[in-house]
């Protein structure tokens, strides 16, 4: 059973920055894609950005495009979403995914982290 843990969520004033990072439990399984997606109050879970394992190759939300950027260590299972010029309407938890069959597609999921900001 794989696990994703989220970290690096916290408060951060429109314009901020901010890094979270998610690793998975077992670094011995093999993961086609990992990506981010966010759901904020009363509203559905959205996809933010991905990444494909075996190349490297990432697709973002257009709401993101330009400010986010999706990086991963394969090796490690690891994927990072830096985030910039952050507005608040990002504000929102945000969760990790993996992919254990598709580099396009989720299985396992991360408990997710909050990320607010502030205007």
């Known amino acids: 059973q794989v696990q994703l843990a989220e970290s690096g969520g916290g408060l951060v004033q429109a314009g901020g920055s901010l890094r979270l990072s998610c690793v998975a439990s077992?670094?011995?399984?093999?993961?086609?894609?990992m990506a981010w997606f966010r759901q904020a109050p009363g509203k559905e879970r959205e996809f933010v950005g991905g990444i494909r394992c075996s190349d490297g190759s990432t697709t973002y939300a257009d709401s993101v495009k330009g400010r986010f950027s999706v990086s991963g260590a394969r090796t490690q299972n690891l994927v990072y979403l830096q985030m910039n010029s952050l507005k608040p309407e990002d504000t929102a938890v945000y969760y990790c995914?993996?992919?254990?069959?598709?580099?396009?597609?989720?299985?396992?999921w991360g408990q997710g982290t909050q990320v607010t900001v502030s205007s």
């Open positions: 077992r670094r011995t399984v093999s993961l086609y894609g």
């Open positions: 995914a993996a992919g254990l069959v598709s580099a396009w597609s989720y299985d396992v």
